[in-house]
T-cell receptor, first 115, second 114 residues
Framework: EPEVTQTPSHQVTQMGQEVILRCVPISNHLYFYWYRQILGQKVEFLVSFYNNEISEKSEIFDDQFSVERPDGSNFTLKIRSTKLEDSAMYFC?????????????FGEGSRLTVL | AQSVTQLDSQVPVFEEAPVELRCNYSSSVSVYLFWYVQYPNQGLQLLLK??????LVKGINGFEAEFNKSQTSFHLRKPSVHISDTAEYFC????????????FGTGTRLKVLA
């Protein structure tokens, strides 16, 4: 069964460092997303991406964040200068269609710990 | 704007007992409703969804949920749980015909005891 894969599963970094989280969406999906979950809190939408541009983003997704699809398979989330409050589980997701009557497929998550 | 409340952060239940995980939402527009499950060390997996039609929705692994518009609820139920149902369960909403910008609840950890 096709799945969304994420790397790394866990990353520890120092405050102020740049971090790149990688995702390989399901191959015939066109819409890509990042969500995050701070420990004990809600899963929150960060950004959606289609046709090589951001479709929608939340207020969390500030200038420190960026997304990119550098090739035909990877989808990355970059945090330019990490803060303590960026510590969270980051989930990548993909969907075949834009409209939410279908299914959103999530990866296993990348846990980011900022020290 | 929408919001989702899952009042129970943890629900312990004995194997073969029934379980109900509660979800209430608020929204000024029509919404679709979803339940996702996260097993240990795995991603979120869709359990079931309500888009329209019958208010009783059946999902995978014997789970079902009932949409109650007047009470703005979408509670998840299973008549008899198994050890393997131990997981975190997330309720989510999104605007009808909208995008996958889900609003999630904080999750309920279901622990099935032998």
């Amino acid at each position: 069964e096709p799945e969304v894969t994420q790397t790394p599963s866990h990353q520890v970094t120092q405050m102020g460092q740049e971090v790149i989280l990688r995702c390989v969406p399901i191959s015939n999906h066109l819409y890509f997303y990042w969500y995050r979950q701070i420990l004990g809190q809600k899963v929150e939408f960060l950004v959606s991406f289609y046709n090589n541009e951001i479709s929608e983003k939340s207020e969390i997704f500030d200038d420190q964040f960026s997304v990119e699809r550098p090739d035909g398979s990877n989808f990355t989330l970059k945090i330019r200068s990490t803060k303590l409050e960026d510590s969270a589980m980051y989930f990548c997701a993909s969907s075949r269609v834009r409209i939410n009557t279908g299914e959103l497929f999530f990866g296993e998550g990348s846990r980011l710990t900022v020290l | 704007a929408q919001s989702v409340t899952q009042l129970d952060s943890q629900v312990p239940v004995f194997e073969e007992a029934p379980v109900e995980l509660r979800c209430n939402y608020s929204s000024s527009v029509s919404v679709y409703l979803f339940w996702y499950v996260q097993y240990p060390n795995q991603g979120l997996q869709l359990l079931l969804k309500y888009l329209s039609g019958s208010t009783l929705v059946k999902g995978i692994n014997g789970f079902e949920a009932e949409f109650n518009k007047s009470q703005t609820s979408f509670h998840l139920r299973k008549p008899s749980v198994h050890i393997s149902d131990t997981a975190e369960y997330f309720c989510a909403v999104s605007e009808t015909s909208g995008t996958y910008k889900y609003i999630f609840g904080t999750g309920t950890r279901l622990k099935v005891l032998a």
